[in-house]
């Protein structure tokens, strides 16, 4: 309501008018801008010369870290590239063999093509075996810090088996 006084005063629109009574009944003066609090945020930090919060540096780097951000990742890297491949599929002039087959005469070696697999299956088994962990911390089991670690390994060598399972098929 705040937000819709003031920009309605900014424009020069009269609140002051019988029929305006309702938008400004029941409004509070306001002692300062948002721009105001966060300007006085960043002086006092600066003069106390705090970092910027929460800043990497502070942070000692562990595995559970790593693996939400890297479950972050693989979450979008995922849904980005379902999205590319749906929009290719829709634009593109041809059908799914004509490309599979392209694919297939540019010779790849055995080696590339593991490795594109490799890159393609690891996403998918560490987001869906991270994925069942926060199911698990969901109900509230494994959220003791040596359970935390024991079942963040458990997931990164199911997903490096599963990977390279896939991979060799």
């Given at each position: 309501?705040?937000?819709?006084?003031?920009?309605?005063?900014?424009?020069g629109?009269?609140?002051?008018?019988?029929?305006?009574?309702?938008?400004?009944?029941?409004?509070?003066?306001?002692?300062?801008?948002?721009?105001?609090?966060?300007?006085?945020?960043?002086?006092?930090?600066?003069?106390?010369?705090?970092?910027?919060?929460?800043h990497?540096?502070?942070?000692k780097?562990?595995?559970?870290?790593?693996?939400?951000?890297?479950?972050?990742?693989?979450?979008?890297?995922?849904?980005g590239?379902?999205?590319?491949?749906?929009?290719?599929?829709?634009?593109?002039?041809?059908?799914?063999?004509?490309?599979?087959?392209?694919?297939?005469s540019?010779?790849?070696?055995?080696?590339?093509?593991?490795?594109?697999?490799?890159?393609?299956?690891?996403?998918?088994?560490?987001?869906?075996?991270?994925?069942?962990?926060?199911l698990?911390?969901?109900?509230?089991k494994?959220?003791?810090?040596?359970?935390?670690?024991?079942?963040?390994?458990?997931?990164?060598?199911l997903?490096?088996?599963?990977?390279?399972?896939?991979?060799?098929?």
């Amino acid at each position: 309501m705040a937000l819709l006084l003031r920009t309605l005063t900014h424009r020069g629109i009269c609140l002051f008018k019988p029929q305006y009574s309702v938008l400004y009944r029941h409004a509070a003066p306001m002692g300062s801008t948002a721009k105001e609090e966060m300007n006085k945020f960043w002086d006092k930090n600066t003069r106390l010369n705090r970092p910027m919060s929460p800043h990497i540096t502070i942070y000692k780097w562990s595995v559970p870290m790593m693996m939400s951000i890297t479950h972050r990742g693989t979450g979008v890297g995922l849904s980005g590239a379902i999205s590319t491949f749906a929009v290719a599929s829709l634009v593109l002039p041809e059908s799914y063999p004509y490309y599979l087959d392209l694919i297939h005469s540019l010779s790849f070696g055995p080696l590339l093509i593991g490795l594109a697999k490799f890159g393609i299956a690891f996403p998918v088994s560490y987001h869906t075996y991270n994925g069942i962990r926060h199911l698990w911390w969901d109900i509230g089991k494994g959220f003791k810090i040596p359970e935390v670690y024991r079942t963040g390994y458990t997931v990164i060598a199911l997903s490096v088996i599963t990977s390279i399972a896939l991979a060799m098929m």
